[in-house]
């Protein structure tokens, strides 16, 4: 079992920074792919970044692209996602999850959801206009 928690979370205005961080702990002796998903106010969850296990290749949402940006600290073991100019359409609850250490991490898998084992319980992130 690998437990993760998100923090960072928090209000802010539209071209603001936040930072979040997930923590693992349990079994992290092995070192997984890991993302982050945001799921909006009446939307769906969806795939906002990834990072390798290695932390050699990173993935992101076109929508994020040049704003966020996912890193790890294997001393730590967390991930963080580093959010810049932030816009209202940002505002979600963000989760941050383990991807199946079996599976390659592609763009064709890293979007589904169920090919992830264990998910945070999401911090809120408020962006006002």
């Known amino acids: 079992q690998v437990q993760l928690v998100e923090s960072g979370g928090g209000m802010v205005q539209a071209g603001d920074s936040l930072r979040l961080s997930c923590a693992a702990s349990g079994r992290t002796g092995t070192v997984y792919a890991m993302s982050w998903f945001r799921q909006a106010p009446g939307k769906e969850r969806e795939f906002v970044a990834a990072i390798s296990w290695n932390g050699d290749t990173t993935y992101y949402q076109d929508s994020v692209k040049g704003r966020f940006t996912i890193s790890r600290e294997y001393a730590k073991n967390t991930v963080y996602l580093q959010m810049d100019r932030l816009k209202s359409e940002d505002t979600a609850v963000y989760y941050c999850?383990?991807?199946?250490?079996?599976?390659?991490?592609?763009?064709?898998?890293?979007?589904?959801?169920?090919?992830?084992?264990?998910w945070g319980q999401g911090t809120q992130v408020t962006v006002s206009s």
């Open positions: 999850a383990v991807f199946n250490p079996g599976l390659p991490l592609d763009t064709g898998l890293m979007t589904k959801q169920h090919e992830y084992h264990y």
